[in-house]
């Protein structure tokens, strides 16, 4: 590897030394040449990097041009976002934005990246693992995806002690309330475009680009569309309607899993629009839900740019800080749902903090941008295990909490399994060994959000060398969102928990079928009861009723969904909440991707089942 290095740092500065050495516009006297002339021969660099003969492969010539772009970040800063937004230009790199917008200088008014790629320029081992992964993740795979370095974490906690034993069950439980999703869409409007051309639809600048004399195909009617975010009424609704069953369920408090900005295109969004977006939410929170706590967590949509957040070690976290003050502003001293104490910790963790509920469970909650594919902030010092700390800081509670005999929930956004698109491998992987470390006698629960999808992922001991239901150490619970973006129902779920050993004992399911109130502006949404997980998935009745719905429980209920087509038809419907657009799953193929979803607990994992069924294209339902 070192002589690799030698030989992309070499070959990119003798291609940087000739282009200035034949420039006739470079100013000979050592003065600093203008900015155009910055521009036009970086450019130029990089052109001729991507035509040489030089390099062997694309992964060469991509490292090659990071090494270039290092350069350039570390010496002249400012100019980068410029030159990144020429070479989108001329390249055609954008998909859905300008590249001004995709690659600008940092603006409050815009989503523009370029600035925080230039930050992280800085700070990468371009011909390294960082350059590696860049290439793979943001560069369409001009390398391949390098072997995640192998994490030795012994050190960070004891032995796992011999004598653990899992807590006897009350037979008595509570129930908490989980929602995800929420995506609220402040530029709803009524009448615009519902199916449109765009990701997101339904706004005043979305069109349908086959609609003659841009008319409206498909009108949005008051309470959303299946490719649209959540209007603002469809919000106070799905939260009302929650508050109002407390009455029947006695909820104690509730679980957020993060996402409150829509998916609008980054030209559309602005700072002031993402803060907009996240107090609506969290307000709307405070005030449906009968005054209990909301242990909330962020997503990727919620930061500013767009799944952005930096390390202290890089010397850019303080440009999040609004995001985390917010949080412990609103979270801690405006609604109380956590002690001050613990507001402090969130504005000083990059918003993961941990809080015992009155019945002393303890919830910890993440911030998931930091195993998040999109977070340029996460392509430096891979060959760390935790540059931001997060996952220490994961740890230390859990030693405390096993040496307590307490019990512990993990709350964060972006499932670490599954795919191999929305994560990172070695973050994942570390993740994993802890999961596995403290599971199942301390860790009691683990929620993501995110795919908007109702779903789940297994976590098996051995790194999930031997997937077997006496192997299943942990599960973790992905819930369905409100927003219908793209193609499903909105959905909320609860949960009954044991109240000794806040294991779940059941995941209760509601949904509205958006298409009902279609054409009637005047339809009030009806929310309906969708399914029990306990009596669905225990396929054949023999799962014991004082039985958690554990991993062993998961496991068998995946191994069911595989082998049985009305189950895994239920399943699917289940996941889409009974939408018009729900899918089949009957190839081996299908079957074999979804198999591997549910028992891939890391990127590595879910590479090796794809790798173990075949497959070369697997289907993400």
């Known amino acids: 590897m070192v002589a690799f290095t030698k030989l992309v740092l070499g070959?990119?500065?003798?291609?940087?030394?000739?282009?200035?050495?034949?420039?006739?516009t470079?100013?000979?006297?050592?003065?600093?040449?203008?900015?155009?002339?910055?521009?036009?021969?970086?450019?130029?660099?990089?052109?001729?990097?991507?035509?040489?003969?030089?390099?062997?492969?694309?992964?060469?010539?991509?490292?090659?041009?990071?090494?270039?772009?290092?350069?350039?970040?570390?010496?002249?800063?400012?100019?980068?976002?410029?030159i990144l937004t020429e070479l989108c230009t001329k390249e055609k790199y954008s998909t859905f934005d300008p590249?001004?917008?995709?690659?600008?200088?940092?603006?409050?008014?815009?989503?523009?990246?370029?600035?925080?790629?230039?930050?992280?320029?800085?700070?990468?081992?371009?011909?390294?693992?960082?350059?590696?992964?860049?290439?793979?993740?943001?560069?369409?795979?001009?390398?391949?995806?390098?072997?995640?370095?192998?994490?030795?974490?012994?050190?960070?906690?004891?032995?796992?002690?011999?004598?653990?034993?899992?807590?006897?069950?009350?037979?008595?439980?509570?129930?908490?309330?989980?929602?995800?999703?929420?995506?609220?869409?402040?530029?709803?409007?009524?009448?615009?475009?519902?199916?449109?051309?765009?990701?997101?639809?339904?706004?005043?600048?979305?069109?349908?680009?086959?609609?003659?004399?841009g008319t409206v195909l498909e009108p949005a009617g008051t309470w959303g569309g299946y490719y649209c975010d959540v209007p603002p009424v469809l919000l106070d609704n799905s939260l009302q309607t929650i508050g109002n069953l407390s009455s029947n369920f006695s909820f104690e408090f509730a679980i957020f899993?993060?996402?409150?900005?829509?998916?609008?295109?980054?030209?559309?969004?602005?700072l002031s629009y993402t803060i907009e977006s996240e107090e609506e939410i969290y307000y709307a929170l405070k005030n449906n839900l009968k005054g209990i706590p909301v242990y909330a967590t962020l997503g990727n949509h919620d930061s500013f740019p767009y799944g952005q957040i930096a390390q202290n070690s890089s010397g850019f976290a303080n440009k999040f800080e609004w995001n985390t003050d917010l949080a412990g502003d609103l979270w801690a001293d405006r609604f109380g749902w956590v002690s001050s104490e613990v507001g402090d910790q969130i504005r000083t963790n990059y918003a993961a903090y941990a809080t015992t509920t009155n019945r002393g469970l303890r919830v910890i909650s993440l911030n998931s941008n930091f195993w998040y594919t999109a977070n340029y902030?996460?392509?430096?010092?891979?060959?760390?295990?935790?540059?931001?700390?997060?996952?220490?800081?994961?740890?230390?509670?859990?030693?405390?909490?096993?040496?307590?005999?307490?019990?512990v929930w993990i709350v964060a956004h972006v499932p670490t399994g599954g795919d191999t698109s929305n994560a990172l491998p070695g973050p994942t992987a570390v993740f994993g060994q802890i999961i596995e470390r403290f599971s199942p006698f301390t860790i009691a629960g683990v929620f993501f959000g995110h795919t908007h999808e109702d779903q789940f992922q297994i976590f098996y001991a051995d790194n999930g060398s031997n997937r077997t239901a006496e192997n299943a150490l942990q599960v973790a619970y992905l819930a369905e969102s409100i927003t219908p973006l793209s193609e499903y129902n909105p959905g909320w779920r609860y949960y009954k928990v044991d109240t000794e050993t806040f294991s779940i004992m059941d995941s209760v399911n509601y949904y509205f079928p958006l298409n009902d109130t279609f054409g009637d502006n005047n339809a009030i949404p009806e929310w309906h009861f969708g399914y029990s997980a306990r009596e669905t998935y225990d396929l054949n009745n023999t799962w014991p009723s004082n039985a958690p719905l554990n991993g062993t429980f998961w496991h068998h209920a995946a191994q069911n969904i595989y082998n049985t087509k009305s189950?895994?038809?239920?399943?699917?419907?289940?996941?889409?909440?009974?939408?018009?657009?729900?899918?089949?799953?009957?190839?081996?193929?299908?079957?074999?991707?979804?198999?591997?979803?549910?028992?891939s607990g890391t990127v590595d994992q879910a590479l090796a089942c794809e790798k173990q069924y075949n497959l070369t294209d697997p289907v993400f339902l």
């Open 99 to 213: 590249c001004d917008v995709a690659f600008g200088k940092y603006s409050t008014t815009e989503g523009t990246s370029g600035s925080d790629i230039t930050n992280v320029l800085q700070l990468i081992d371009a011909a390294g693992l960082d350059g590696e992964y860049i290439c793979y993740y943001q560069l369409n795979g001009a390398c391949p995806l390098p072997e995640t370095p192998k994490f030795d974490l012994s050190s960070w906690w004891p032995e796992k002690p011999t004598n653990l034993t899992l807590p006897t069950p009350s037979n008595e439980t509570f129930n908490v309330i989980h929602v995800s999703d929420l995506h609220v869409q402040l530029t709803y409007q009524v009448g615009s475009e519902a199916n449109c051309s765009q990701y997101m639809c339904c706004t005043s600048h979305n069109y349908n680009e086959d609609a003659p004399n």
């Open 11 to 24: 070959t990119a500065t003798l291609l940087v030394s000739q282009v200035l050495a034949t420039n006739s």
């Open 567 to 599: 189950l895994r038809d239920s399943y699917l419907s289940n996941e889409y909440r009974r939408s018009p657009y729900v899918p089949s799953c009957d190839t081996l193929n299908c079957r074999n991707s979804m198999l591997c979803y549910f028992s």
């Open 377 to 407: 902030y996460n392509y430096w010092n891979t060959t760390q295990p935790d540059e931001s700390g997060v996952f220490k800081f994961l740890v230390d509670e859990l030693v405390a909490s096993e040496q307590k005999g307490q019990r």
């Open 257 to 270: 899993t993060g996402d409150m900005v829509d998916h609008d295109d980054d030209q559309y969004l602005s």
């Open 26 to 82: 470079w100013p000979s006297d050592g003065s600093t040449p203008s900015r155009d002339v910055i521009i036009s021969q970086a450019v130029k660099q990089v052109e001729n990097i991507i035509e040489s003969t030089t390099f062997s492969s694309n992964c060469t010539k991509c490292l090659a041009g990071l090494e270039v772009g290092k350069f350039l970040a570390l010496t002249y800063p400012d100019i980068v976002p410029d």
